[in-house]
């Protein structure tokens, strides 16, 4: 990049020693920071129509925010993002009992021993998306659950067409479930409710869940009619009160199962003249309203409320093991694995 500048500092240090840092990457129009704990994503700053930077993503102003919050602000989530009904799963005969932290009932975001709450190795990276951090870790065999050494790379990167992209790799030593996401909280205004922000989705079907959130395995095709319809613009809160607490539900990628990258999404703002597209080669996205943010003390003492933001988590479908006929989610040594998102950012 023409105007690119890396940055590496301090953000403190956690309770068993161990050191944080914070990464901060500008391409001399817009810039991100993430942090080595949990590979955190803590800003996104884009200039508004009226000049002045909005930070567009939700999250803590101090490390010890990050620790004690369990809302996933901007982190990597694995193995499994999303949730795996019962908390369980089989492979080859075999099940396994995993963390039920999601209702007693279901495994979310791989439990309780979270990615989010491990400090990875970082370094500088160039790639062909651009210049960005690259944090891996070993995740052993039997970690949350899951079988299979695991050995994990996440890569974010901007360019100097306001990409960023986050790229995931893993290679294991035997089958296991693998779904990476990056969990960040969107609001293009940097501030308040995204009931009035727009969005469209390349997507004409959903999964339908059960009272847990779960997927029943129902793929349930949009109309005109329907409170799921975004395949034009859309105000984010004009039907929001029909679907419960919010949009917690996977999109299916139209156009998915060539390995290339799809457009799913696209999410503006008219007070900020901020808009953001979102492509990925996973098979679907989480869309989800923050219907479970309120009262959550967030930067600089900002209290946050539900649907504050947006979470558009790129990701295979949820429940995936339990489901023979949703997209195959299991790695194995001769199929790693190798997924790619990238978030563009347009602005005046």
Known sequence: MVNSKFKKSRFGTLSDGKKVHIYTVSNGKMSFSAT??????????????????????????????????????????GRFANRIGGGSFSIGGRLYELDKNDSGVNCLHGGFDRYEKKVWKASKIKTEHGI????????????????????????????????LTFEYFVKTDSPTPVNLT????????????????FLKLNSSAYLEVNDTLVPTGKKISVDEDSDFDFREFKRIGQDIKNVGRGYD???????????????????????????MTVSTTQPAAQVYTANFLEGTVGKFGRVYHNHDALCIETEGYPDAPNHADFPDCIVTPEKPYHEVSVYRFDFS
């Not at 299916?252 to 199962?257: A, I, L, P, Q």
């Open 182 to 197: 990056n969990h960040s909280y969107f609001n293009l205004d940097g501030r308040g409710t995204v009931e009035n922000h």
């Open 132 to 163: 960005g951090i690259e944090f891996s870790r070993f995740s052993p065999d039997g970690e949350q659950g899951f079988p299979g050494n695991a050995q994990l790379r996440v890569i974010y990167t901007l360019n100097d067409e306001n990409e």
């Open 36 to 77: 080595d704990f949990g590979c955190t994503v803590t800003s996104i700053l884009i200039p508004g129509k009226d000049g002045f930077k909005k930070d567009v993503v939700l999250g803590h102003s101090t490390l010890a925010g990050y620790v004690n919050d369990n809302s996933c602000f901007g982190t990597a989530v």
């Open 249 to 275: 539900h996977a999109f299916m990628v139209d156009g998915w199962g060539d390995g290339k990258l799809h457009k799913i999404a696209v999410m503006k703002s008219e007070e900020t003249g901020i808009s």
